[in-house]
């Protein structure tokens, strides 16, 4: 077979062809619920991995009013948790921003907080602007500053709040529901009253964000990471350093996965996480690979062309890429570097043997703009 010949007219692929006697098969198959397999053969065995997201750009300037309007419309305690969503124009149907993927934006003012409560879903936070923020994760009380990354993991109880003094937080939300529940294995559980805490404050970051050190004398048996914060102020002079002796990644700058600092993988057992530095003018080559990607830019600005179409972003807007799109990034300035935040369903798409990814070729490994 030629490489890459991709006719559905040839041997190996279904090209049965209708006949009366056979529309009367099919519909005989279905009074009994089944269905001839060639029949959609073609369509649930694609040639290439396929997406049905669409590369979408949400700008934070367009939504931020709105973000802050919900808390003047409803409490907390009235939403459970007050978030403007996200959602991709082909997965409106599941709630997803892509793939399988829920991203939103939550707000909380001084002195608000949430109830606990915890699902089978996992949930992760990017911290977008505000003081004195923090959240409870299995009674474990963390404090929040701006780009700090943060997770709750699957089933862990957690809430999250503003102190008085503080001032208006914004996160983003990342969550695998769409997954969890798309594997009818979702749950949900409010804790009855404030959880007590467990640990000192910052317990977490404060005993496992240590630059390669680890407790010795502590075991923990969660598959999980037991760093529940991974700190801005810790991240972005490692991206700093690892610049100063590496070569540059032709597709994705200077780029750090957040990972298990007992076992140097993922965060979590369905989402990771990626933080990574475009050098200031940046110009990355495209790929494509599996896995859904939502993206937030941290710092500076710059544009990712998304199979052949140019999204343009700055400092807190939010965008993403599908599965097995072509999209290359590139840093508008030639004096500051840009970051771009991204969580990921690697985790799945990796254990489960379905990674792949391909180089653009053509044209200097730059995609033509449409």
């Known amino acids: 077979m030629e490489e890459n010949n991709y006719s559905d007219d040839q041997y190996g692929r279904a090209r049965v062809q209708d006949s009366p006697e056979l529309i009367a098969y099919y519909k005989e198959l279905e009074t009994l619920g089944a269905g001839a397999l060639w029949t959609v053969a073609n369509d649930i065995e694609p040639w290439e991995p396929r997406s049905s997201s669409v590369p979408m750009l949400w700008k934070y300037d367009d939504l931020r009013d709105l973000v802050l309007k919900s808390s003047e419309l409803v409490t907390p305690e009235q939403a459970g948790r007050r978030v403007v ?17 829920y991203t939103g934006i939550q707000v909380t003012r001084p002195g608000e907080s949430t109830s606990a409560h915890r699902h089978r879903a996992s949930a992760l936070r990017f911290i977008m602007e505000g003081e004195k923020g923090y959240t409870v994760v299995d ?16 089933s862990t109880w957690h809430e999250h709040g ?16 769409p997954l969890v529940n798309a594997l009818e294995a979702n749950d949900y559980a409010v804790y009855d009253g404030k959880q007590p805490l467990t640990a000192p404050l910052n317990f977490s970051p404060m005993t496992y964000g240590g630059a390669g050190l680890i407790p010795a004398d502590k075991t923990w048996d969660k598959p999980y990471s037991p760093l529940f914060k991974y700190s801005w102020k810790n991240v972005y002079p490692a991206l700093l350093e690892a610049q100063k002796v590496n070569e540059v990644n032709p597709f994705d700058g200077i780029f750090m996965q957040y990972s298990n600092p007992l076992t140097g993988g993922h965060v979590m057992q369905t989402m990771g996480a990626s933080m990574q530095l475009l050098p200031a003018g940046f110009k990355g080559k495209a790929h494509k690979h599996t896995g859904s990607f939502v993206y937030q830019c941290a710092k500076g600005k710059g544009y990712t062309i998304i199979n052949g179409k140019r999204f343009d972003w700055k400092e807190r807007d939010i965008f993403c890429v599908p599965s097995w799109a072509w999209h290359e990034h590139h840093n508008l300035s030639e004096t500051e570097d840009a970051c771009l935040f991204n969580f990921n369903d690697l985790p799945v798409i990796e254990g489960l043997g379905l990674f792949q990814g391909r180089e653009l070729t053509e044209n200097n490994g730059h995609q033509q703009v449409q």
């Open 85 to 101: 969503y996200l959602v991709n124009d082909n997965r409106k149907d599941v709630s997803a921003a892509v793939g399988w993927l």
């Open 162 to 177: 503003v102190e008085e003094g503080g001032k208006t937080c914004i996160w983003q939300d990342g969550l695998d529901i």
């Open 139 to 154: 009674g474990n009380k963390i404090m929040l500053e701006v780009n700090d990354f943060v997770i709750t993991p699957n």
